[in-house]
């Protein structure tokens, strides 16, 4: 009995997880160092008028509790650490939103003396939002793609990543 495939109780919990995660999956805003117009938009999708919250997403504090990091702005040297530790903090498996055009790809910020990279390049990205600044109608497209995405079954960046074979020096 301690494989899990032949634990009637384990499969019934692996279920019930997947099932609170796909509807009520629980969020972490985090601005890497953008302008905030995507922040702005991001706190519009959680008012009365977008509500996000019609698809069981709620906004968490802790990354320790959140299941989405949602992500803004490109990577400054000063939060590029700060962005990891947060990402490591979340329990698995753990999804992440990358929204605006800084988020993916740095923006008006690339090549500036204090941005490093954009979000994909620090941490796994599960799905990109594009725009400066996104929409709201825009961001709450890309979380119920990723809520999909969740309910198919297709594994996190952060799985697929650790499929990928490690690259050989030569």
């Known amino acids: ?3 899990q495939s032949s634990n ?16 009520s999956p629980w969020v972490i805003h985090y ?16 008012t009365p008028r977008y509500d996000l919250e019609r698809l069981g997403v709620k906004l968490q504090g802790s990354p320790r509790h959140a299941d989405i ?16 530790r947060i990402y490591e ?16 790809a740095s923006g008006a910020f690339r090549g500036c003396y204090n941005i490093c990279e954009s979000i994909g390049d620090v941490i796994p990205v599960d799905v990109y939002v594009p725009g400066c600044a996104p929409r709201p109608e825009a ?3 890309g979380v119920a793609q990723l ?7 297709a594994p996190s960046a952060e799985m697929r990543k650790a499929e990928e074979p490690a690259a050989v020096e030569g």
């Open 8 to 23: 009637p109780l384990a499969s019934v919990m692996d279920g019930l997880k997947s099932w609170a995660r796909i509807n």
């Open 89 to 104: 903090q979340m329990p698995s498996p753990k999804f992440v939103v990358a929204v605006g055009s800084c988020g993916t």
């Open 1 to 3: 009995m301690s494989d």
């Open 31 to 46: 601005n890497s160092g953008s302008c905030n117009g995507c922040d702005i938009e991001i706190l519009a999708t959680l």
């Open 147 to 153: 809520l999909e995405m969740i309910k198919s079954g």
């Open 69 to 84: 990091l949602i992500c803004t702005g490109p990577v400054t040297r000063q939060s590029k650490e700060r962005l990891k």
């Open 139 to 141: 961001i709450i497209y």
